[in-house]
Structure formats: C-alpha cells, structure tokens
C-alpha cells in the first residue's frame, strides 16, 4: 500500500488539514484512501515517533497527557500497533499519516521511522510545506504567546530546511514533494485543496471546500500583546491554562476593538531575510520554492535593527501601542461584565 506521509513543517497549516482529514474518513475511505486513527482526542499521528526518544528525553508534546517518558514510548507503541491493525484490514490503496513532529527529528530517529513504516508501506511519498521565515516566526511567537510570556528574539531564531529535509531525501529516496504555504501558492488559497491537488487527486472530490475543520486560527497583533503583558503580570506560566484559553477566546470576540493583523515590523523581517539567505537559496534551488511576499533584501552588513535581541511583542509587531491600550482596556470592560452582569458601567 502506496503512504503518503505528511511531515509538517509546523505552523503550515498542519491541524486544519489533520482535523478535516480526520473528520471525513469515511469520505475518504470510498475513494480509497486511509487516514488512520490517532491516540485519542488527537488528529495527528505524532505519537508513533515516542519509541524512538529516550524515555528521560521525550519531546515535550509527546509527554502531553503521559505522566512520563516511560508512558509516552508504551503509547506511541500502542499507536503505531493500532495503524497496522487498521492498514491490514483496509482495501484502500493509500494511507495518510501526518505529524509536524516528523519534520525535525534526529536522523538516527528518522531512520528508524524510515525502517518502522516499510515494513507496511511501499511505495512511501514524503509532503512537505514550508514557510518564510518572517510569517514563521510571527505563527510560533503566536503559538508561544498562548502558553508563555517568553518567546525566541528573532537574533537567536534560525529555519532548519536545508538541513531537515535533505534528511528526508536520504531516508525515502528522494521521493520528496515540498510546496510553499503562502495564501498566493496554495491551489485556491487552502491548505487541503493544495494538499489533494498536488498529492491526492483521487480525494478532492470526497473533500469539499465547506467541509474544511479550521483550526489554530490566529489573533490580531494587539491581541498577542496584551497575552504576553498579562502572562507577564502573572509570572509567565509555561502553559496553556483553562483561564489562558478563555482569554484568547474573549479576545477573538472583541469585534469593536483594533484587529490589526500580526506581522513583524519590516526592518526586522528585512533582516530575517538576511538572515536566512543561504536557506532560502537552497529551497528555490532544490525544490523550485520562491515565496511572493520576500523583498529583496538589503545590503548583508547592514547593522541589526532596534528589538533585534528583544523578546517585547509590542516592540517587534507593527501595531500600534495605542491599539494594544484600547484592546487591553476593552478586554478589562468585557471581563468585568461577565463578573458583575447585572452591574451597569460607572455605577
């Protein structure tokens, strides 16, 4: 049975294409095609990758839920022995397994993995997306932002393509499809369309586009701002708390409140792509990859810009401090109501 085995790169799009995969197995199943069930309450297939950390070295998200190392390699054993089961008993001609965890791992791990899925699958088709450094490094502050206060200063954040995918090449014999998740490249602007398009054309029609599962969605710049102020405040917990949570969601619902989108301040994604011209060199030559919202980047000795070492989202967004107040204040007012409901304003 032919795999297709989706490898990330994280924050490409990767849960809305495991939720709505997973969501329309049964779609996918009449037009052949198998998307395996994951550990519970989860839409990835990270988990198959446990066995090969050290139990006293688990990837952080593989001990989510797991009480230990020891517990995360026995889950991801039991993981894994389920997909076969589920292989065997299927007449579909092709299998999906994704995980944004698969894109970074150690070549000795990514052998094993190698070794681990062609003692079912042949032949074994690799996808990949990726992203340009400075939306990469503005969806990860994002991710961070809602679980901590701190975040990588861009001096000391680096993209790794050109060293985790020729890992990849080696591993499944150059069997390697890499696209660039940008809204201007993906088929229709959407990360399934684009993903059944370029690897899947059997399943576009079991997938219809009011059926995508939109997940992750990101909030305005203002918003990250006061996330990381109010973590701040209260001592930055290295978390997603139920209280976070909910104040992420009351700030997606201040609809009369500045929405600016987040995006780093052009000095800075300016060197950003100085930064990483070797790596963006190697994509455009080894896979074709341009990406439509780089400048030309400026002169390589030119001196670092102001926040360069910072870690203050409101100094390295291009968003306005008065709108991070007005957002601050707003949230304020709508917390208050839901304390006191019955309480009017200025009373």
């Not at 995980?99 to 032949?123: I, N, S, T």
């Not at 961070?144 to 861009?154: N, S």
């Not at 190697?282 to 980047?297: K, N």
């Amino acid at each position: 049975m032919r795999l297709l085995l989706h490898i990330g790169m994280p924050k490409t799009g990767t849960s809305t294409l495991q939720r709505t995969l997973l969501a329309h197995r049964r779609r996918l199943s009449r037009v052949g095609v198998l998307y395996p069930r994951p550990a519970r309450r989860e839409a990835n297939h990270n988990r198959i990758v446990a066995p090969f950390f050290e139990a006293d070295d688990m990837h952080r998200a593989l001990l989510h839920g797991r009480p230990n190392g020891a517990s995360a390699q026995k889950l991801g054993t039991h993981v894994w022995n389920d997909i076969r089961r589920e292989v065997a008993g299927s007449d579909a001609s092709t299998t999906i397994l994704s995980g944004e965890l698969f894109y970074g791992l150690r070549e000795d791990r990514l052998r094993r993995l190698a070794a681990l899925l062609r003692e079912v699958f042949d032949p074994i088709d690799v996808v990949c997306y990726v992203r340009e450094p400075a939306a990469y490094y503005v969806s990860l502050a994002q991710q961070l932002v809602r679980g901590t206060a701190r975040i990588t200063p861009p001096a000391r954040f680096r993209m790794r393509t050109s060293r985790c995918l020729p890992r990849f090449h080696a591993a499944f014999d150059d069997r390697v499809t890499v696209r660039a998740f940008e809204p201007t490249a993906l088929v229709d602007g959407d990360i399934v369309t684009d993903f059944v398009t370029a690897v899947l054309p059997e399943a576009r029609a079991a997938l219809p586009r009011q059926q995508r599962i939109r997940a992750n969605e990101s909030i305005s710049a203002e918003a990250m701002c006061v996330l990381q102020q109010r973590r701040l405040a209260a001592g930055g917990p290295d978390r997603l708390t139920r209280r976070a949570a909910r104040t992420v969601e009351r700030l997606r619902g201040l609809t009369d409140a500045p929405r600016t989108p987040p995006r780093l301040r052009p000095d800075l994604e300016a060197a950003l792509v100085r930064r990483h011209a070797a790596e963006l060199a190697w994509l455009r030559e080894h896979h074709g990859i341009e990406f439509s919202t780089i400048a030309e980047p400026a002169a390589a000795d030119e001196p670092p810009p102001a926040g360069w070492e910072t870690e203050d989202l409101r100094r390295l967004l291009d968003v306005d401090p008065a709108a991070v107040e007005t957002v601050a204040a707003a949230l304020g007012r709508r917390e208050r109501r839901r304390r006191w409901p019955g309480r009017r304003q200025g009373s």
